[in-house]
């Protein structure tokens, strides 16, 4: 699907493979292959964990010109993608925004809105209208 | 700037004996107020530089340390990863682009500021930064090497009175206070390993 909509990607980053994986299933439900998406879970060796590589990876699959949101658990999810996102460096680095959303939640609200073919801040705003100010 | 390929290489193994040593005691730091898996997590990064040693104790210092935080970054596979990444990489990026090639506290400096904003953490957050900024200090003033590990040790101590505000530990709140930082610890453990090589390497 990748590269034949022109619609934002999604990425969900978890510690766990499982929690990855889930989410981006109940994102394909309900945005079918309408938006690009991949996943990263865990560490290299399979276990708990975040991946830089694997994120950066992730990101790549999942990218659009549209750009790309960015889901992510806990603590060293977002420090990793961060640094996945500048290992994948300008200009695409400036398309890819990581959401202040709840993973579940804010990936399957925010493939909604991309599957609807609205840009990067939109679908980013519409995710983080989940999380308390 | 070239640094002999033996000083690289034995910074490199005193770096990697160190975590493995303190592997389980890093791991025991962490399940208290963490995830349990920072000593897990160091030394698969310690050992993925080791792997690469030959290779990289060939190349110019700051094209080396940028390597090595590559590497860390890719194998930590924890926030240690892009912070002990950050590290390296700009310690590698500021030397190069410094003029006076011998000013490491400077281009150390710079390297804590950048994961001090990787982090989005400061002095006092009970982090890894509450070693190497006693550590820049203490390398400022020309302190002894003996001295800038026991004020790395010394530091990371001082983490166990801190309230975490950044990382799992900032979950725990208060109850956070009391336990000393893994990653402070890893960070000291480092400082003391690479002071201990360097005094043997090139005596005072």
């Known amino acids: ?133 | 700037m070239q640094a002999e390929p033996v000083l690289v290489a034995g910074l490199i193994e005193a770096c990697r004996a160190t975590i493995a040593a303190n592997s389980d005691h890093l791991c025991g730091l962490d399940r208290a107020i963490g995830d349990g898996d920072h000593g897990t997590n160091m030394r698969r990064g310690c050992e993925a530089v080791s792997a690469e040693e030959a290779f990289v104790s060939l190349l110019p210092l700051p094209d080396a340390l940028e390597k090595i935080g590559l590497t860390l970054v890719m194998n930590i596979g924890g926030a240690a990863g892009p912070l002990y990444g950050t590290l390296l990489m700009e310690i590698g990026r500021e030397l190069r682009a410094l003029d006076d090639k011998q000013d490491f506290p400077s281009a150390l400096k710079q390297a804590i500021d950048a994961v001090a904003r990787r982090g989005r953490s400061h002095a006092g957050d009970k982090t890894l930064l509450d070693v190497l900024y006693p550590v820049h200090d203490a390398l400022a003033h020309r302190l002894p090497l003996t001295d800038i590990a026991r004020q790395a040790a010394l530091s990371a101590e001082l983490t166990a009175a801190m309230k975490a505000m950044r990382g799992r530990a900032a979950y725990l709140g208060d109850r956070s206070i009391g336990h000393v930082d893994p990653g402070a610890s890893s960070c000291a453990l480092l400082t003391a390993a690479i002071c201990r090589y360097l005094e043997e390497y090139r005596p005072v």
């Open chain 1, 1 to 133: 699907m990748n590269g034949k909509t022109p619609n934002v990607g999604i990425v969900i980053v978890s510690h766990s493979p499982l929690i990855a994986r889930g989410t981006a299933d109940m994102v394909r439900q309900m945005a079918g292959d309408s938006v690009p998406l991949a996943w990263s879970g865990g560490n290299r060796h399979g276990e708990l964990g975040t991946d830089a590589g694997g994120i950066l990876k992730a990101i790549e699959e999942a990218w659009s010109e549209a750009g790309v949101a960015v889901f992510v658990d806990l603590g060293g999810a977002e420090t990793n993608s961060e640094m996945a996102i500048e290992m994948l460096g300008p200009p695409r680095s400036k398309k890819v925004s990581i959401c202040n959303a709840p993973v579940v939640e804010g990936a399957v609200i925010a493939a909604a809105e991309a599957s609807g073919g609205a840009p990067l801040s939109r679908v980013v705003a519409t995710a983080e209208e989940l999380s308390p100010r």
